[in-house]
């Protein structure tokens, strides 16, 4: 595809409204059946993830909620883990969630051959706790926010995120660099030109403001994401200093748990494989004086990055859900960072492009050997 | 089960006792837990070492055995035997190597010592983690498939053929011999190639152990050595023939460098420049003319013809451009023939006596570069750069162009049907370019002849009888084959379906089980080679006797 295109659609009341208009619009005429779309939940204190085949529910869906208590990729995946089904469905997350779900479909956990993946420019999220401690206050901060572009009450991942508004779906909704009353659909792939083909919406319009106001805003989050990794490298850098930031950690796992692409069935680090007889232990404790339990802690974390961390987008759902505050995602930011530059690899970017670890090529990493001669 | 583990420390002569203080070693490592005896011996491999072995596992109830002795290259399966004749499984040892990775290779005696200790007790942590792995075998069919009816094909098949082994040859042309059936004579000898083939192909259509398919092609080979399903399709016979065989020998030969690659030598611009095997046909028709008709006075042979393209040299074009100056000279003998080439290959015992003899009056050898040909009134012009630098030019009757060897058009698509890869220039890749030059990544399928890469005749029929060896030391009549017991496990509750595993197994041994949504490893084909579970992010794939386990205690005392 060569640079995406677009149209302008005019916002009849708010934004959310007439993105939720258009999904209806969608089912309507057949080209969904179903559409996997946030809603806040009766008592008004989360958000989750429902599959909407009721027309009538849409008044409830929430486009971008304030806050990531499940990760959409987690959603879709449910949906298409056995396979595509016949059912026609769409997808409306944030650019991560989506970048999430290409990964999962590239490590065979869901099938998109029936899904429609529309990301949505995203403005960040809060942090789950703060959200908790007052959900309303919290709701006109986030809405208050998202329209000033300031990211400064969100999430710190979020603050260091240059990839708010990455096209990796098949279409996308900008909100940035639109007129008032307006948004703009733009298309990122056949089938999302086939589908607006449909909806009868040509996609003839000027777009450059949007493109514009993404690349400086990602010029600028860039930028920011590469002085806190330097920060942060200086800080945890070495395994001693490694350690030291994972002091606290309670070894509760949540972190993999909610992690959108940590898909095994059984971890690793809770298999047998990991449980060693008495006598070990004590030869352990023997050559260093003594063992810290639960035994496995970094390990556990080291697992994890060297595992996932091609595969990582920087969603941040790990940092919300560690309950003694350790800055996992900014660490699996700057991790990710590294090892998918190794690659040239970008996760989530396009289906297309394969997993480094399963795509062999005779040059890459000489760098590295030049580094041990 | 309680562990008895017994370690035998050998002194190879003095190859280890003299950098490596034994009985310090042997004090080291004799309280360890589980260790219920630790002796030295002088030589352990000698009829006497195992005997003393065997009675020793038999006296204390070994039931885990380390050896700290030479390395596994070396005596592995000797003390594997031991085992077995001492009645425990022969997966419950391992081999400390303390003579090549530390004896041999350690200045001081108390560094050796230390690093003997260390290497006996990551040997001790990961004994204790070894299960026992038992010997499996399956029935095989002793049948060969070869694919090619060439010089390499026909020796292979006559090699392998036999009243309880039998041999399809497939040939895709209408008729047997390949290349050779166009040359009149063959170097060094000057024989007539005839010699060569005529009788064996005689003798192919006599042998009823071999049945030959032409006109045909191979469409699919599925399974494993020993057992192959095979479907040949026939031109214009709708129905393929299916055939099961324990061997598949590629032998499809080669192709020419297209000229059209190269214009500078003017190739189908000019009338009377030839390709080698244009001229060969030419000769072997009875007369070499020009297209008016008129016999060539004076003739350019141009070498290594598409070497810069192709990136490597074709090995044969320099003795065949010297059997072309004896054709030459033996119907032309006054005829001027120029040879410009960028350098000469003639290696081999013999060789260098027939440039000897084929050089002499009126033939010149022209070391040069930028060769081109062009049209000169009647003649053709050579221009080219000499040694020297020098712009230079020759006028001549007759060109003809020594391209290189290419593989067959087919190539790619013959590699996918046989489960194996292409290596440089694309010729089918072979295992190890020294140590296994006709096996291949699959076992059971082997490659002879110039689908490996170019070669002369001699090597191709050294190729085609290595071939056949390697398949009549395999594939026994009635015998079953022993197949690798090392090998990789899938764990069913593990596994989530990613296929990682199978887009890294080299040798096609992980199916998918849709059904299950997980991948299965097929035992008979898996070679344990253990990308699948370096590959597997959720840990399910493991190689037995590398279980994480095991290699995780060895490392643990290995660094300690």
Same mark, same amino acid.
């Given at each position: 595809?060569?640079?995406?295109?677009?149209?302008?659609?005019?916002?009849?009341?708010?934004?959310?409204?007439?993105?939720?208009?258009?999904?209806?619009?969608?089912?309507?005429?057949?080209?969904?059946?179903?559409?996997?779309?946030?809603?806040?939940?009766?008592?008004?204190?989360?958000?989750?993830?429902?599959?909407?085949?009721?027309?009538?529910?849409?008044?409830?869906?929430?486009?971008?909620?304030?806050?990531?208590?499940?990760?959409?990729?987690?959603?879709?995946?449910?949906?298409?883990?056995?396979?595509?089904?016949?059912?026609?469905?769409?997808?409306?997350?944030?650019?991560?969630?989506?970048?999430?779900?290409?990964?999962?479909?590239?490590?065979?956990?869901?099938?998109?051959?029936?899904?429609?993946?529309?990301?949505?420019?995203?403005?960040?999220?809060?942090?789950?706790?703060?959200?908790?401690?007052?959900?309303?206050?919290?709701?006109?901060?986030?809405?208050?926010?998202?329209?000033?572009?300031?990211?400064?009450?969100?999430?710190?991942?979020?603050?260091?995120?240059?990839?708010?508004?990455?096209?990796?779906?098949?279409?996308?909704?900008?909100?940035?660099?639109?007129?008032?009353?307006?948004?703009?659909?733009?298309?990122?792939?056949?089938?999302?030109?086939?589908?607006?083909?449909?909806?009868?919406?040509?996609?003839?319009?000027?777009?450059?403001?949007?493109?514009?106001?993404?690349?400086?805003?990602?010029?600028?989050?860039?930028?920011?994401?590469?002085?806190?990794?330097?920060?942060?490298?200086?800080?945890?850098?070495?395994?001693?200093?490694?350690?030291?930031?994972?002091?606290?950690?309670?070894?509760?796992?949540?972190?993999?748990?909610?992690?959108?692409?940590?898909?095994?069935?059984?971890?690793?680090?809770?298999?047998?494989?990991?449980?060693?007889?008495?006598?070990?232990?004590?030869?352990?404790?023997?050559?260093?004086?003594?063992?810290?339990?639960?035994?496995?802690?970094?390990?556990?974390?080291?697992?994890?990055?060297?595992?996932?961390?091609?595969?990582?987008?920087?969603?941040?759902?790990?940092?919300?859900?560690?309950?003694?505050?350790?800055?996992?995602?900014?660490?699996?930011?700057?991790?990710?960072?590294?090892?998918?530059?190794?690659?040239?690899?970008?996760?989530?970017?396009?289906?297309?492009?394969?997993?480094?670890?399963?795509?062999?090529?005779?040059?890459?990493?000489?760098?590295?050997?030049?580094?041990?001669? | 089960?309680?562990?008895?583990?017994?370690?035998?420390?050998?002194?190879?002569?003095?190859?280890?006792?003299?950098?490596?203080?034994?009985?310090?070693?042997?004090?080291?490592?004799?309280?360890?837990?589980?260790?219920?005896?630790?002796?030295?011996?002088?030589?352990?491999?000698?009829?006497?070492?195992?005997?003393?072995?065997?009675?020793?596992?038999?006296?204390?109830?070994?039931?885990?055995?380390?050896?700290?002795?030479?390395?596994?290259?070396?005596?592995?399966?000797?003390?594997?035997?031991?085992?077995?004749?001492?009645?425990?499984?022969?997966?419950?040892?391992?081999?400390?190597?303390?003579?090549?990775?530390?004896?041999?290779?350690?200045?001081?005696?108390?560094?050796?010592?230390?690093?003997?200790?260390?290497?006996?007790?990551?040997?001790?942590?990961?004994?204790?983690?070894?299960?026992?792995?038992?010997?499996?075998?399956?029935?095989?069919?002793?049948?060969?498939?070869?694919?090619?009816?060439?010089?390499?094909?026909?020796?292979?098949?006559?090699?392998?053929?036999?009243?309880?082994?039998?041999?399809?040859?497939?040939?895709?042309?209408?008729?047997?011999?390949?290349?050779?059936?166009?040359? =009149? %004579?063959? +170097?060094? /000898?000057?024989?007539?190639?005839?010699?060569? #083939? &005529?009788?064996?192909?005689?003798?192919? !259509? $006599?042998?009823?152990?071999?049945?030959?398919?032409?006109?045909?092609?191979?469409?699919?080979?599925?399974?494993?050595?020993?057992?192959?399903?095979?479907?040949?399709?026939?031109?214009?016979?709708?129905?393929?023939?299916?055939?099961?065989?324990?061997?598949?020998?590629?032998?499809?030969?080669?192709?020419?460098?297209?000229?059209?690659?190269?214009?500078?030598?003017?190739?189908?611009?000019?009338?009377?420049?030839?390709?080698?095997?244009?001229?060969?046909?030419?000769?072997?028709?009875?007369?070499?003319?020009?297209?008016?008709?008129?016999?060539?006075?004076?003739?350019?042979?141009?070498?290594?013809?598409?070497?810069? =393209? %192709?990136? +490597?040299? /074709?090995?044969?074009?320099?003795?065949?451009? #010297? &059997?072309?100056?004896?054709?030459?000279? !033996? $119907?032309?003998?006054?005829?001027?023939?120029?040879?410009?080439?960028?350098?000469?290959?003639?290696?081999?015992?013999?060789?260098?006596?027939?440039?000897?003899?084929?050089?002499?009056?009126?033939?010149?050898?022209?070391?040069?570069?930028?060769?081109?040909?062009?049209?000169?009134?009647?003649?053709?012009?050579?221009?080219?750069?000499?040694?020297?630098?020098?712009?230079?030019?020759?006028?001549?009757?007759?060109?003809?162009?020594?391209?290189?060897?290419?593989?067959?058009?087919?190539?790619?698509?013959?590699?996918?049907?046989?489960?194996?890869?292409?290596?440089?220039?694309?010729?089918?890749?072979?295992?190890?370019?020294?140590?296994?030059?006709? /096996?291949?990544?699959?076992?059971?399928?082997?490659?002879?002849?110039?689908?490996?890469?170019?070669?002369?005749?001699?090597?191709?029929?050294?190729?085609?009888?290595?071939?056949?060896?390697?398949?009549?030391?395999?594939?026994?009549?009635?015998?079953?084959?022993?197949?690798?017991?090392?090998?990789?496990?899938?764990?069913?509750?593990?596994?989530?379906?990613?296929?990682?595993?199978?887009?890294?197994?080299?040798?096609?041994?992980?199916?998918?089980?849709?059904?299950?949504?997980?991948?299965?490893?097929?035992?008979?084909?898996?070679?344990?080679?253990?990308?699948?579970?370096?590959?597997?992010?959720?840990?399910?794939?493991?190689?037995?006797?590398?279980?994480?386990?095991?290699?995780?205690?060895?490392?643990?005392?290995?660094?300690?």
């Amino acid at each position: 595809m060569n640079k995406p295109t677009g149209a302008v659609i005019s916002a009849k009341s708010s934004t959310k409204k007439s993105i939720i208009d258009f999904l209806e619009k969608a089912m309507d005429k057949g080209v969904f059946d179903a559409v996997i779309v946030p809603m806040r939940v009766p008592a008004g204190d989360s958000f989750a993830y429902v599959l909407i085949k009721d027309k009538s529910l849409f008044k409830d869906a929430f486009p971008i909620p304030p806050v990531m208590f499940v990760q959409g990729a987690k959603a879709v995946s449910s949906v298409t883990r056995l396979g595509k089904g016949n059912m026609k469905i769409a997808a409306l997350m944030r650019p991560c969630e989506i970048r999430a779900t290409i990964e999962l479909a590239k490590l065979g956990q869901t099938d998109l051959e029936n899904m429609t993946l529309i990301s949505m420019d995203c403005p960040g999220v809060l942090p789950t706790s703060d959200f908790l401690s007052d959900p309303e206050k919290g709701m006109k901060q986030f809405d208050e926010a998202a329209k000033n572009l300031d990211d400064k009450i969100m999430r710190p991942v979020c603050q260091i995120c240059d990839k708010s508004s990455m096209m990796a779906g098949d279409l996308h909704i900008g909100t940035l660099g639109a007129k008032k009353d307006t948004f703009f659909v733009i298309s990122n792939s056949q089938k999302g030109n086939d589908i607006l083909d449909k909806l009868g919406i040509s996609l003839k319009d000027n777009i450059d403001s949007w493109h514009a106001k993404v690349k400086n805003i990602s010029e600028e989050k860039l930028k920011k994401r590469k002085k806190a990794h330097k920060d942060l490298k200086s800080e945890i850098g070495g395994l001693d200093n490694l350690l030291d930031a994972y002091n606290q950690c309670i070894n509760c796992h949540n972190c993999m748990r909610v992690c959108p692409v940590c898909y095994c069935r059984l971890c690793y680090f809770d298999s047998d494989n990991v449980k060693h007889p008495s006598e070990d232990y004590l030869q352990m404790a023997e050559s260093k004086g003594s063992i810290r339990f639960l035994p496995d802690t970094i390990f556990f974390q080291m697992g994890r990055m060297m595992h996932m961390s091609l595969s990582c987008v920087s969603c941040g759902a790990c940092e919300d859900a560690c309950p003694v505050s350790i800055p996992v995602a900014q660490i699996f930011s700057m991790i990710s960072d590294e090892t998918q530059g190794l690659f040239d690899y970008v996760s989530g970017r396009s289906l297309e492009e394969p997993l480094p670890l399963v795509a062999y090529k005779e040059e890459e990493l000489h760098e590295m050997e030049d580094a041990n001669d | 089960m309680e562990r008895k583990i017994g370690v035998y420390v050998c002194e190879c002569g003095p190859n280890i006792a003299e950098k490596v203080d034994i009985d310090k070693v042997v004090g080291a490592v004799s309280s360890l837990d589980g260790v219920v005896v630790v002796e030295k011996y002088k030589l352990l491999c000698s009829a006497d070492g195992k005997k003393f072995l065997e009675e020793e596992i038999k006296k204390h109830g070994i039931t885990h055995l380390v050896i700290a002795a030479c390395s596994p290259k070396q005596h592995e399966k000797t003390f594997m035997e031991v085992c077995e004749n001492a009645g425990i499984n022969p997966y419950l040892y391992q081999l400390a190597n303390i003579r090549e990775q530390c004896a041999w290779i350690t200045e001081d005696k108390d560094e050796a010592t230390k690093k003997a200790i260390r290497l006996i007790k990551a040997a001790i942590g990961r004994v204790k983690y070894h299960s026992s792995l038992e010997k499996k075998e399956i029935e095989c069919n002793p049948a060969v498939l070869i694919i090619g009816g060439g010089v390499a094909g026909i020796n292979a098949s006559l090699e392998l053929a036999s009243p309880d082994r039998k041999i399809y040859l497939v040939e895709k042309t209408s008729s047997l011999g390949g290349m050779i059936t166009n040359f =009149e %004579k063959t +170097y060094p /000898s000057m024989q007539p190639s005839s010699h060569i #083939l &005529k009788q064996k192909i005689l003798d192919m !259509d $006599k042998n009823e152990n071999i049945q030959v398919f032409i006109d045909s092609n191979v469409e699919e080979i599925i399974g494993f050595f020993g057992n192959f399903e095979i479907k040949v399709k026939k031109k214009e016979v709708d129905e393929p023939a299916e055939f099961e065989v324990g061997a598949v020998m590629l032998a499809t030969g080669s192709n020419f460098f297209d000229l059209k690659k190269t214009p500078q030598y003017g190739y189908e611009k000019f009338d009377n420049i030839f390709t080698a095997l244009e001229f060969e046909k030419m000769n072997l028709s009875g007369e070499i003319s020009l297209k008016n008709g008129k016999t060539p006075r004076s003739v350019a042979i141009i070498h290594c013809v598409g070497r810069d =393209e %192709k990136g +490597y040299c /074709s090995e044969i074009c320099c003795m065949y451009s #010297l &059997k072309f100056i004896r054709y030459l000279k !033996d $119907k032309i003998p006054d005829a001027q023939v120029s040879n410009f080439y960028s350098d000469l290959c003639i290696p081999g015992k013999s060789y260098q006596k027939f440039y000897e003899q084929t050089k002499g009056k009126n033939v010149d050898f022209i070391r040069s570069t930028n060769v081109e040909v062009t049209k000169k009134e009647n003649k053709l012009s050579i221009k080219y750069i000499d040694e020297n630098g020098n712009k230079n030019s020759l006028l001549v009757d007759m060109v003809i162009l020594a391209p290189a060897i290419e593989p067959t058009s087919d190539v790619s698509e013959l590699a996918e049907i046989a489960g194996i890869s292409q290596g440089d220039g694309g010729f089918f890749a072979e295992e190890h370019e020294k140590l296994n030059p006709v /096996s291949t990544s699959t076992d059971g399928v082997y490659i002879v002849g110039c689908a490996q890469g170019p070669k002369n005749i001699s090597d191709t029929i050294v190729q085609s009888g290595a071939a056949a060896g390697k398949i009549l030391a395999s594939l026994i009549p009635g015998k079953k084959m022993e197949i690798e017991v090392k090998t990789s496990h899938i764990s069913e509750s593990f596994c989530i379906g990613c296929k990682v595993c199978i887009s890294v197994c080299s040798y096609g041994a992980i199916t998918f089980d849709e059904a299950k949504k997980i991948s299965v490893v097929n035992e008979v084909i898996c070679r344990g080679c253990g990308n699948c579970v370096a590959a597997c992010p959720s840990g399910a794939a493991t190689s037995k006797h590398f279980t994480f386990k095991q290699i995780h205690q060895e490392l643990l005392e290995a660094v300690k």
